[in-house]
């Protein structure tokens, strides 16, 4: 094994989001940082955010209502936002030529709509400092022990340093990378670590309808979700129908919720196609269409009595019940009841939640009752630091993933500086 011959100030392993912030930074104090990124190219996860348009942040300037969202982690997070919270990931990125533009749900994205741009400005941020880039070089072993890191290995190299950080990632999306090493080293060196799960993922059904409907997008409809026949809760918003089930804003945050119920056994869910439509209401406005359409056969007007787009998925469901080729004239007061029971309760059974390769977040990682969440600076392993998807924090999609890199980030940079 031959050591490298530079000391460095700091070494980062892994190129993401909250590596490059934290070399970036640390580097920009005048500490000499080498970032260690076992892919070829730096930020891979990053270009593939907000569906390449990177949602960079939040935008939630109120810091408490921001880290309610955090869940049991809000009480650790105070003292890192206040010294870099959305406000100030709005100005650095901002004070490097890159605008960020607000949109649905307080999301904020640069202005080009282009993560490669978010990309670009934490490379030159990282080079202005001098930071050393290796790419294409997997970290294989961690020296060291509870008295601290003495250096890491790639193959038969050895990199040493003052002071370490990880920023390995946790497993979602592993084909970028994110295979959960720091996880494991982390939890050999004898921290806590909760196993990752994917948290922030779409949903799998088993009904062949909701496949037929892939790519349409559906706003303002209520699912309502049952474990083992008993209503366990409904949720209201935008559902993007895919060709193995449910994803979209609304279906990814509620995920984990699902999880939990299918620990405990069956779940089903139906979907209201018409939440602001009462059985009585619904039922009128079909009464109108099949008067206006009486000579037509039922399976042509059903475009007339169904959300746009998602006529050809429901119109089987109506079969098991009456002739879909029947005229509308000959269809009866209880058939015409059960097109609008159908309706508002569409049928579903859940068969489990999409893996890793799938989620958008996966939570998981060290317990921040071990790290000083002031500095982010382990408080087993004296001179390690450890920032975003590594720590233990439950967050939904929407900006929140990526704020938390920037904080734990820039805050473990500017103390791995000091």
Known sequence: MTPIKTKFDLIVVGGGASGLMAAGRAADLG?????????????????????GRCNITNAEFDTKVLL???????????????QFGVKETFSFFESKGLPLVVQARKR???????????????LKYARDGKVTILTDLPVTKIHGTKEGITGVSSGKEMYSATDYLFATGSVSHPETG???DGLKWLEKLGH??????????????????????AGVSLSFMKITFFSDGKKAFSITGKILFTHFGLSGPL???????????????????????????????????????????????????IKDITPEGTGRGILPLFKENFDINKKVHSIGKDER?????????????????????RAVVADGGVTLKEIDMRTMRSKIIPNLYVTGDLLHINRPSGGFSLQLCWSSGYVAGSHAGK
Not at 109 to 114: G, L, S
């Open 31 to 51: 500490k000499r940082v080498l970032l260690l990124e076992k892919n070829k190219k730096v930020g891979e996860k990053l270009k593939m955010t907000g569906g």
């Open 68 to 82: 309610k969202t955090y869940g049991e982690a809000e009480k650790f997070l105070y003292s890192l936002f206040s």
């Open 108 to 122: 904020a994205f640069p202005k080009t709509e282009k993560a490669e741009d978010v990309l670009r400005v934490l």
């Open 178 to 180: 994110s295979t959960g």
């Open 192 to 213: 806590s670590v909760f196993p990752a799960t994917p948290t922030i993922v779409p949903i799998s059904t088993a009904e062949k309808w909701s496949k037929t409907l």
């Open 251 to 301: 279906i990814l945050n509620n995920a984990h919720r699902v999880a939990n119920l299918l620990h405990d056994g069956i779940v089903t869910a139906s979907i209201d196609a018409y939440p602001h439509t009462d059985l009585g209401a619904l039922d009128r406005r079909i009464v109108a269409v099949f008067n206006k359409n009486k000579n037509k056969e039922f399976r042509n007007i």
């Open 337 to 357: 009841k059960y097109i609008v029971r159908t309706l508002k309760a569409l049928p579903l059974t859940i068969t489990g939640l999409m893996g890793f390769d």
